[in-house]
């Protein structure tokens, strides 16, 4: 299919969110008509900065109430659209036949549509890699698109990494039902650990690693899965990301691409980057609290070596959207001076004379 025309109309679901508030913004940045859908438009709290941003007062940017779990809700939104940027989360990644029934609705509200011709579907890299077996990484330490999860694991059930799953099963349902329509192609995009600026307050209770960040700024937080590192990518070159694959002539239907700087940062490194990006600051950086099983400390040394040997690739999503990757320290920075800010975070600092 053809990409999304330059100044069209592009439906963004899950619009209040960290990414989709930035896929907004992006796109009305590049001059396209915005539709913004989040579950509830007359929620201040959620809402306000998207009204504020440019193009909410001439039109350009419109809000809309549309809850994922009421089946039909995307219909008379999509209508219209000449692409969609599926962003939003569903509420509950265990139960499998939730999330076909919410793909179901949202698949059909795009083929009734009658105008879209690319949707964008916002997965993760829990669609390439999960956890239950850290040797996975050691055996196949190469992390890009055509990896998977090992399916045949008797580990990888929706009750432990549902989100895995019901980001795989997204991935593949969008896809097969674009080549059934023939009418709309579907791409995936698959997002690593999203650090950079905040737009609402409310968005730094959304997702794990702005919560880190905050929680570091106030003195504790905790080890992350299993001693995993950060995979990062600024959540602006990931909307940049999701804008770009609108617009790619290069793609094509069932593809997908990770979005991610192909680095790798340790929590605790994280922590003390935030006194390096910003000294005025005088952070008082804590170690991470542990909250790993004592069989699992014994390994810790074990872990982060597997950890180490990975080879994170990000070279398609470059090839084909041309996006360059911020460097952390700007993402780090950003983040915290935006908690600051619009968040209101009270940062734990060191006593003056303690510089001195």
């Known amino acids: 299919m053809p990409p999304v025309p330059k100044g069209g109309t592009v439906a963004v679901t899950g619009a209040a969110g960290f990414i989709g508030g ?3 913004r992006r796109l009305l940045d590049k001059g396209y008509r915005v539709r913004a859908c989040v579950r509830n438009a007359d929620d ?17 940017l419109t809000l809309h109430s549309a809850d994922l779990d009421n089946d039909g809700c995307f219909d008379e939104i999509f209508k219209g659209c000449n692409g969609v940027c599926h962003v939003s989360h569903v509420s509950d990644y265990t139960d499998p036949e939730y999330v076909r029934r919410v793909c179901e609705h949202i698949i059909a509200s795009v083929n009734n549509s009658g105008s879209v011709q690319r949707v964008i579907v916002t997965s993760s890299i829990a669609a390439m890699m999960d956890e239950v077996d850290i040797y996975e990484f050691k055996r196949r330490p190469v992390l890009y698109e055509d990896r998977y999860p090992d399916e045949s694991n008797p580990k990888r059930a929706p009750e432990r990494v549902g989100y895995s799953i019901g980001k795989v099963f997204a991935q593949q349902a969008f896809s097969d039902a674009a080549a059934a329509h023939g009418g709309w192609d579907a791409i995936t995009c698959c997002p690593a650990d ?22 570091m700024l106030r003195g504790e937080y905790e080890q992350t899965f299993a001693y995993r590192p950060w995979m990062t990518v600024d959540v602006r070159d990931d909307a940049e990301c999701h804008v770009r694959l609108l617009e790619s002539v290069l793609v094509g239907n069932g593809e997908r ?3 991610w700087a192909a680095e790798m940062h340790k929590v605790e490194d994280v922590c003390a980057g935030i006194d390096q990006v910003l000294p005025e600051l005088r952070h008082d950086a804590a170690a991470p609290t542990e909250v790993h099983p004592e ?20 070279d398609r999503i470059r090839t084909v959207t041309g996006v360059t990757f911020r460097p952390f320290d700007e993402s780090l920075r950003d983040c915290v001076e935006s908690l600051l ?8 600092r060191r006593p003056e004379e303690a510089d001195a």
């Open 44 to 60: 201040p709290a959620r809402t306000t900065f998207l009204r504020e941003m440019p193009g909410y007062a001439s039109g350009r």
């Open 341 to 348: 800010s619009v968040g209101g975070v009270e940062p734990k």
């Open 22 to 24: 930035w896929v907004v």
């Open 295 to 314: 069989r699992l400390q014994k390994r810790e040394a074990e872990f982060r070596a597997i950890w180490a040997g990975a080879d994170l690739r990000n």
């Open 257 to 259: 691409y990770i979005a």
């Open 194 to 215: 999203n650090v950079g600026p905040i737009q609402s307050s409310h968005q730094q209770e959304m997702g794990p690693w702005q919560r880190h960040i905050r929680d």
